[in-house]
């Protein structure tokens, strides 16, 4: 059973910081592409982050400089760490594995989310 399940979420004030886990289960992990995905209250999905299987990162002009995305592959697990949070990155934060062939979709899994709010 493929399962993604994320933690470090809560409450936290503008300027803060928080780390994201996610831990994944039942599939090869490094063979997928990782990524944090967020929707605010109201809104659409935003892939706020990404990193490959090798290692190479890509983050979101919203969240550059701010959040960076890690992964351990022996640890089957992806991080967030969020800097300098501001009211607007509230949202759920999704965990998402994604594996390719070439431009081609073949298996993507989600995790059910962790709720950030960032308010005074």
């Known amino acids: 059973e493929v399962q993604l399940v994320e933690s470090g979420g809560g409450l936290v004030q503008p300027g803060g910081s928080l780390r994201l886990s996610c831990a994944a289960s039942?599939?090869?992990?490094?063979?997928?592409?990782m990524s944090w995905v967020r929707q605010a209250p109201g809104k659409g999905l935003e892939r706020v982050a990404t990193?490959?299987?090798?290692?190479?990162?890509r983050s979101a002009d919203s969240v550059l400089g701010r959040f960076t995305i890690s992964r351990g592959n022996a640890e089957h697990t992806v991080w967030l760490q969020m800097n300098d949070l501001r009211p607007e990155d509230t949202a759920v934060y999704y965990c998402?594995?994604?594996?390719?062939?070439?431009?081609?979709?073949?298996?993507?899994?989600w995790g059910q989310g962790t709720q950030v709010t960032v308010s005074s």
């Open positions: 990193i490959n299987s090798v290692g190479s990162a």
């Open positions: 998402n594995a994604q594996t390719r062939a070439g431009e081609i979709l073949i298996y993507e899994y």
């Open positions: 039942g599939f090869i992990f490094s063979d997928y592409a």
